[in-house]
């Protein structure tokens, strides 16, 4: 042992020195945000490792739910540390025990708490398909219709097996949209007529005083149980049930719908007055030869009790090739009753006092052999069951007598005529497991907005994408026979439409681990992902303009291809000797100025305002061109000369309103800002259409301190600013307005300022009253 320990320790020398040169967690992060081929190799070697841990704890036993989370990075080493120490405990015990120092435990069953949620190995067991060792393997095909050919003929027959009346005209396959998703039409049944013609049989009226069945003990649930799984137990069993004596069979089924398509009975448990049976149904012989059962679930002299037997009836069919004729379903018993519950648990401890443990309905029914706490469920649904209805026969004949007893077999009837079909994808998306209910369960506002969408709005892309891989989870989930959810749940569903995948690395990282490891799947999901993609996109091509010219949208310019009325921007010429053109108040860019109706010449660029090779459409060009039009007339007023015209000389046009909104007629001739009026701040405002937006021109200033001068004992000289000379000597009209003229309000003084203002706080005299 010493000699292999130390081998071991060599070989694992080289890998422990390797494993301490790894960079840490951060700078994995870090490379793996600059190098997508970092993180690819990351994530394969993530999957080999994974891998080789799941073939090293394949024999560890309980040890394995400890080992799920080792890869986890944070707590990787603590778990492999607390992992191994257990191991070498349990080999330190096995060694005794096989040594003879140490008494061999026995070996307990796992408990199941009394509370809480079930342990994994009763909801996710690792254990083969049972459906692959069955002789009549499941038909998933969607374009292959389910058929069973009842191999024992159609015992208690009113009609010959096929028979169809010629008024139903309907199709060979028609369907109908139940309570749970699409049956066949009732009229399929293959024992229709039966169910409708029977007569409800004389024993369902004779209710003598109930008795309560012994009850069942937990630590012994098979006690006086019998448990079919071979066919001659089935054959003892058919013919228990064929006596005369047996008027009434409790029946329930345990399904079993996670690692299967189309779903699997795992069980069906029946009760007689005289006692209990369980039939394992996976079982092959069993499940070929169950059909021998119709002789007694179709007796027309016999009921069968079952409780929400919408499903069961289904299962029955498809599965077992059972039908039943004379039904009494205590579901509808208890709605006929106005019950507050309608549950068969309700029921049970209504009527009997006992508490039934709802949680094993999602246990996997798969197990064999069955735990004790599963087993005492199973038999427990039908044990008290033949009691509940008697006690509800009893409570219906005094709430409305013989009527409410034949109400309840009238409403059955609707159930036991249920006929099972195979259904194919829904393309409309509008089922129980529809695409497009999912997308409306799932997809947040968007999914809210698509539904508030007009008829005839097309799919938009995250619709087109969830549809086809809803389509291709179907298509997957029925070549491997497995729930569509297990091959891909719906919320990565949801979350790969809306974030398509179209490479294999972006796959790699929003995909499970259980996908992942199929290459040829990941390869398929990206091009199933990428050809909609593609698709989506061709049907927008005819809508969408050619994308070849981008313009900075900062200067008014539009972002397209060639479209009608857009053409080649103008060439500015004469930039300083441009004539200024025909003004017009209505620009949609500078409110308050004068903008040109004209276009400048073009003849090649010589001006800034110009792009290269840029498309721009024709208003948005004239635009640009009153824009710069205008800046020259300014230009020209600010220093002092007007720009040459050419011709004859025009009216001068008027750069600002008269008549603001907010202010009266400036008089420009006679008013001189003082240096603190000229830095307040001028608004002005022009009458425009309501529609028009407001543009504000705000003369900004540093504040500072102004130099401290002495004060000077003789009153200053006003400064006649009448017969100043001015540097801008040119002749100009006494009604133009400048741009740089004040407002009225910044032209009149404002007067001394009260002197309690430092007292009251108000330095700024931000709350000075104005005086009116």
């Not at 009836?313 to 004729?325: A, M, P």
């Not at 001015?726 to 741009?739: H, I, N, Q, T, W």
Request: aromatic letters at 6%; charged letters at 30%; proline letters at 7%.
């Amino acid at each position: 042992m010493e000699k292999r320990l130390s081998e071991v320790s060599e070989v694992l020398e080289p890998a422990t020195r390797t494993a301490g040169l790894l960079p840490t967690s951060t700078d994995l992060d870090f490379y793996c945000s600059i190098d997508p081929g970092v993180k690819q190799a990351l994530d394969g070697v993530s999957s080999d490792l994974d891998d080789v841990l799941s073939t090293m704890t394949a024999w560890m036993g309980s040890e394995r739910q400890s080992m799920d989370s080792m890869m986890d990075a944070a707590s990787f080493s603590a778990q492999a540390g607390e992992t191994i120490d257990r191991l070498l405990e349990r080999t330190d015990v096995y060694l005794d025990e096989y040594a003879g120092r140490r008494p061999i435990a026995p070996k307990d069953e796992p408990v199941v708490p009394s509370t809480g949620k079930l342990p994994k190995s009763l909801l996710f067991p690792k254990i083969p398909k049972p459906q692959d060792a069955f002789s009549r393997r499941p038909d998933n095909r969607a374009c292959a219709p389910w058929t069973r050919q009842l191999r024992f003929g159609k015992p208690n027959a009113r009609v010959p097996l096929g028979w169809r009346d010629p008024a139903w005209d309907m199709p060979e396959h028609a369907t109908v949209e139940g309570q749970y998703g699409t049956e066949g039409d009732a009229r399929l049944n293959a024992y229709y007529v039966e169910i409708q013609q029977t007569a409800i049989p004389a024993s369902a009226y004779r209710i003598d005083e109930p008795r309560a069945p012994e009850p069942l003990d937990l630590d012994e649930p098979d006690a006086s149980l019998a448990w079919v799984d071979s066919l001659d137990k089935l054959h003892a069993l058919a013919a228990h049930l064929e006596e005369a004596r047996v008027t009434e069979i409790a029946i329930d089924l345990e399904h079993h719908s996670h690692r299967t398509y189309l779903g699997l009975v795992c069980l069906m448990q029946i009760s007689t007055r005289w006692g209990d049976w369980i039939v394992d149904t996976l079982v092959d012989e069993v499940r070929e030869h169950a059909e021998m059962l119709n002789a007694s679930f179709t007796h027309p002299d016999k009921v069968l009790v079952l409780h929400g037997a919408d499903h069961d009836i289904l299962w029955l069919q498809r599965d077992l090739g059972l039908f039943v004729t004379n039904l009494f379903d205590t579901f509808q018993a208890a709605r006929v009753l106005q019950f507050g519950s309608l549950s068969l648990a309700y029921l049970l401890l209504r009527y009997t006092g006992f508490e039934a443990d709802k949680r094993f309905q999602t246990a996997d029914w798969r197990i064999r052999p069955l735990p004790r706490e599963m087993l005492f469920y199973a038999r427990s649904d039908t044990h008290s069951l033949l009691y509940v209805y008697d006690c509800l026969r009893l409570d219906l004949e005094r709430h409305a007598g013989h009527g409410a007893i034949t109400d309840v077999f009238e409403r059955s009837k609707a159930t036991a005529s249920k006929t099972y079909i195979k259904v194919p994808w829904d393309a409309q998306g509008d089922s129980r497991s529809g695409w497009r209910t999912l997308w409306l369960r799932l997809g947040g506002d968007l999914a809210r907005a698509a539904q508030d969408a007009p008829p005839g709005t097309p799919l938009s892309r995250e619709e087109r994408i969830l549809r086809r891989l809803h389509q291709w989870r179907d298509e997957k989930a029925r070549e491997d026979d497995e729930r569509p959810a297990f091959v891909l749940s719906d919320e990565v569903l949801i979350s790969l439409a809306l974030r398509p995948p179209l490479t294999l690395p972006e796959a790699h990282t929003r995909t499970p681990m259980r996908l992942r490891k199929s290459v040829q799947r990941m390869h398929e999901l990206v091009d199933v992902v990428k050809a909609e993609w593609e698709a989506y996109q061709a049907g927008l091509q005819p809508s969408m303009p050619r994308m070849d010219v981008t313009v900075d949208e900062d200067l008014g310019e539009r972002c397209g291809g060639d479209e009608e009325g857009w053409t080649e921007a103008g060439v500015q010429v004469g930039v300083w000797d441009a004539k200024a053109p025909q003004s017009r108040a209505d620009a949609q860019l500078f409110r308050g100025l004068r903008v040109s109706s004209q276009a400048a010449p073009s003849t090649k660029r010589k001006s800034l305002f110009e792009m290269p090779s840029a498309r721009t459409s024709s208003h948005v060009a004239a635009t640009l061109r009153r824009i710069q039009s205008e800046f020259v007339h300014q230009l020209g007023s600010l220093v002092g000369r007007e720009p040459e015209r050419g011709g004859e000389p025009e009216e001068p046009e008027k750069l600002v309103d008269e008549k603001p909104f907010d202010a009266k007629p400036v008089e420009l001739e006679n008013a001189a800002p003082t240096p603190s009026e000229a830095r307040e701040t001028t608004v002005v405002k022009h009458d425009r259409d309501k529609d028009d937006d407001d543009i504000v021109r705000v003369s900004k200033h540093i504040k500072g301190r102004a130099p401290k001068t002495k004060k000077s004992l003789a009153a200053p000289e006003p400064f006649d600013f009448a017969h100043a000379t001015s540097v801008l000597d040119a002749p100009r009209s006494g009604s133009e307005a400048s741009l740089l003229a004040p407002t009225k309000a910044a032209a009149e003084p404002r007067g001394a300022r009260p002197k309690n203002l430092k007292r009251s706080g108000q330095r700024s005299g931000t709350f000075a009253r104005r005086n009116k």
